[in-house]
């Protein structure tokens, strides 16, 4: 079945640093979505990605699709420590099921 | 209310009793998502529900998951004959219509001793 892997599994990263997760399909996706999950909360929604190549910016957070719709990634520039928390990104397939793959997610935490 | 809403928040079961947890999708949401999250991991999907129409159970881990959403709104996930593997917090999402953005509830945590 679809798996959906992403890393790094942790991040550790001064305050005002840049970070980045990958996040990698064994299969072609349709589109990629990206959520974010405090510590104790639930996945919120950041943003969904569609075209190949694209790129969409949310101030400091900058989000890419591949070019082969199997690979995406995160960027957030100078983070903040209201950026805590782990990252997922969930792919949906090529055949016109409607359920989330959901990667291993990234856990970010800042150090004041 | 404005989203998603899911009870109980926590429950605890003694391994071999039944539970059925509750999830409120927001009003007016045709698609209606359950998910498995354990600890430290990603959410797992389980089930999908079009209005009352159950179109995909293939996550269900085993026939002792039912999910039910008999008049296209409120939706029950029941586990039978618990055990500690099922510990887990259980999610459900909803969206306004297929491939529409998924919103999730707060979820369950479900504790099998």
């Known amino acids: 079945g679809q798996q959906v892997m992403q890393i790094p599994q942790y991040q550790h990263v001064q305050e005002g640093e840049d970070f980045t997760t990958y996040c990698n399909s064994s299969t072609t996706l349709s589109n990629i979505q990206w959520y974010k999950q405090r510590p104790g909360g639930h996945p919120v929604f950041l943003i969904q990605l569609v075209k190949s190549g694209e790129v969409k910016k949310q101030k400091r957070l900058t989000f890419q699709f591949g070019e082969a719709k199997k690979n995406s990634s995160l960027h957030i520039t100078a983070t903040q420590t209201t950026d805590v928390g782990t990252y997922f990104c969930a792919g949906k397939s090529n055949f016109g099921n409607e359920k989330l793959t959901f990667g291993t997610g990234t856990r970010l935490t800042i150090i004041p | 209310g404005a989203g998603v809403s899911q009870s109980p928040r926590y429950k605890v079961a003694k391994r071999g009793q039944d539970v059925a947890l509750r999830c409120d999708p927001i009003s007016g949401h045709v698609s209606l998502f359950w998910y498995q999250q354990a600890l430290g991991q990603g959410p797992e999907f389980l089930t999908y529900f079009q209005n009352e129409a159950q179109l995909d159970k293939s996550g269900l881990p085993s026939d002792r998951f039912f999910a039910e959403r008999p008049e296209g709104s409120v939706s029950t996930l029941k586990i039978q004959r618990t055990q500690q593997e099922d510990s887990a917090v259980y999610l459900c999402?909803?969206?306004?219509?297929?491939?529409?953005?998924?919103?999730f509830g707060a979820g369950t945590r479900l504790s099998v001793l």
């Open positions: 999402a909803s969206s306004l219509a297929p491939r529409n953005i998924q919103y």
